[in-house]
């Protein structure tokens, strides 16, 4: 089983509508951190958790949110998407103290 | 802020080495990284190196840093069809988060 899940993996909505993407984490880490990929502009930081009670805002947080559930449980919401959210959003997980980030599959939302 | 900067693209021959460079701003960077992501998948950690080193070589990779410079490469050893991919250069300063470059899409030509 894959340690860092994301769902959904695909998902097509309209402007205007709510999405949640949700990514849950086997590893027993602390961090959790949601980016987005762009084509030709690489990964940028949308929000980051270092554990449940602390959330922070990455480089882009505009018009995002996000909700640590649990320890292993980040989700990040749209409130009213819009075309220029269509993207591939990747969560990841760390320790504290580890070196590395894992990185889950990714979703790929699409906003008409 | 920080910044990571690489070239695009790259293409190369199968078998020769690839080099892809990488350009950093943050003098006080803990850890240095390479990510790849092949067509249609997440990122996996390559190889990484600590600040205090200059070289680290894991069989066909090799990782080269000029701290001076703020220069970090791979290289790839012997090529092959199944390394093309987006090539992420991304480093990190203490506990905060990786901050990634734009990435490299290595085209391998057979």
């Known amino acids: 089983d894959a340690d860092v899940t994301q769902t959904p993996r695909n998902r097509i909505t309209k402007t205007g509508k709510r999405i949640m993407l949700e990514c849950s984490q086997t590893?027993?880490?602390?961090?959790m951190y949601w980016y987005r990929q762009d084509p030709g502009l690489g990964l940028r930081l949308i929000y980051y958790?270092?554990?449940?009670?602390?959330?922070n805002k990455g480089e882009i947080s505009d018009g995002y949110s996000v909700s640590r559930q649990a320890q292993a449980k980040f989700s990040l919401s749209l409130e009213s998407a819009i075309p220029n959210q269509t993207a591939l959003y990747f969560c990841?997980?760390?320790?504290?103290?580890?070196?590395?980030?894992?990185f889950g599959p990714g979703t790929r939302l699409t906003v008409t | 802020g920080e910044d990571v900067e690489q070239s695009l693209f790259l293409s190369v021959r199968e078998g020769d080495s690839s080099v892809i460079n990488c350009t950093y701003t943050?003098?006080?960077?803990?850890?240095l990284y390479w990510y790849k992501q092949e067509p249609g998948a997440g990122l996996q950690l390559l190889t990484y190196?600590?600040?205090?080193?200059d070289m680290k070589q894991d069989q066909r990779l090799t990782v080269l840093l000029n701290k001076k410079d703020k220069h970090l490469s791979l290289r790839i050893a012997d090529t092959q069809t199944g390394d093309s991919a987006i090539y992420f250069c991304?480093?990190?300063?203490?506990?905060?988060?990786?901050?990634f470059g734009k990435g490299t899409r290595l085209s391998v030509i057979a």
């Open positions: 990841a997980t760390s320790g504290a103290g580890s070196y590395e980030q894992y």
């Open positions: 590893k027993g880490h602390d961090r």
């Open positions: 958790s270092f554990d449940v009670k602390d959330i």
């Open positions: 943050d003098s006080s960077s803990t850890y």
């Open positions: 190196i600590f600040s205090n080193m």
């Open positions: 991304a480093e990190r300063t203490g506990n905060t988060p990786l901050v």
